[in-house]
């Protein structure tokens, strides 16, 4: 069943130990300004610093409007974007992470302004500009340009300008049972794999050629500062759990096997995974 609710848009945020972004991420929320109404859900995974108590703070002054979802214990980040999702009301679900922010006060406008008229596209995302710890820019793009991606294009790694800062989702069915799917919970860059899902449904991605938001690399960042040896690693598990849990052509198994060949071969082979290698060289021969 789909949500039913006079609620347009649920702002789905996962927050651990971001004390130091989630006040200027919660007001980027605030200064939205939209015809339809909205809803935050902030799920709060157990955090040992100041972030709780922020959003507490932020709960009283806007009653009603802000919710978190919390737990006694850590669960992780995919369980707290599932349990956040579970729970969010709106007809679309747009994500943003703790320590990213939004920079455009239309953005869920222009986002639902677009999903509302044009059907065949099931996640509508935008350019983001990417800052370091010191609000310095690392890298944006000097010329969008509208972009869509298809299934292939996911499947082949084609993504450009897909942040989850910059996402929104429809609220359906399809895309909440990923949920059920075993695999989801031992990704690690798993935003990758959640729109692969969504857009398995047939459905495309739509990119706006405005930048909306900051996406922001620190030390204390999920996968954006991690070891390169450990990040290759499991790029290269992820990629395993892509061609064994979604459906590829024998022609797109072609084109994935020149990418595994040329971006993960070598790495298996000086770690002596030989028989992950030659696992996945099978499943794509």
Wanted: with cysteine; charged share 25%.
């Amino acid at each position: 069943m789909e949500p039913q609710t006079d609620i347009m848009v649920s702002i789905c945020c996962i927050t651990y130990n971001h004390e130091k972004y989630i006040a200027q991420t919660i007001e980027s929320f605030l200064m939205q300004d939209c015809n339809f109404k909205f809803e935050i859900i902030i799920g709060e995974d157990h955090s040992t610093d100041n972030t709780k108590n922020i959003l507490e703070y932020y709960q009283r002054k806007h009653p009603g409007l802000i919710h978190m979802v919390t737990s006694d214990g850590n669960v992780g980040s995919i369980k707290n974007q599932l349990r956040t999702m579970n729970v969010a009301s709106g007809k679309y679900i747009a994500m943003c992470d703790g320590d990213d922010f939004w920079t455009d006060a239309f953005k869920l406008q222009k986002q639902v302004d677009f999903l509302e008229s044009h059907p065949e596209y099931i996640i509508c995302c935008h350019y983001t500009r990417v800052i370091n710890d010191y609000d310095q820019t690392v890298y944006l793009h000097p010329t969008p340009v509208s972009m869509e991606f298809s299934y292939e294009d996911l499947l082949l790694g084609r993504r450009d300008e897909t942040r989850i800062c910059s996402l929104m989702v429809r609220n359906s069915r399809e895309v909440r049972e990923i949920g059920l799917k075993k695999w989801y919970y031992q990704t690690y860059g798993s935003d990758t794999l959640f729109k692969l899902h969504a857009i398995s449904t047939g459905k495309k991605i739509y990119v706006i050629p405005q930048v909306m938001a900051c996406y922001r690399l620190h030390t204390g960042g999920i996968w954006s500062m991690i070891d390169p040896k450990i990040r290759k690693s499991r790029m290269v598990s992820d990629f395993n759990l892509m061609i064994r849990n979604f459906k590829c052509s024998s022609l797109q198994k072609r084109a994935l096997l020149k990418i595994y060949l040329r971006q993960y071969l070598l790495f298996d082979l000086r770690y002596f995974k030989f028989n992950k290698a030659i696992k996945t060289i099978t499943a794509l021969w």
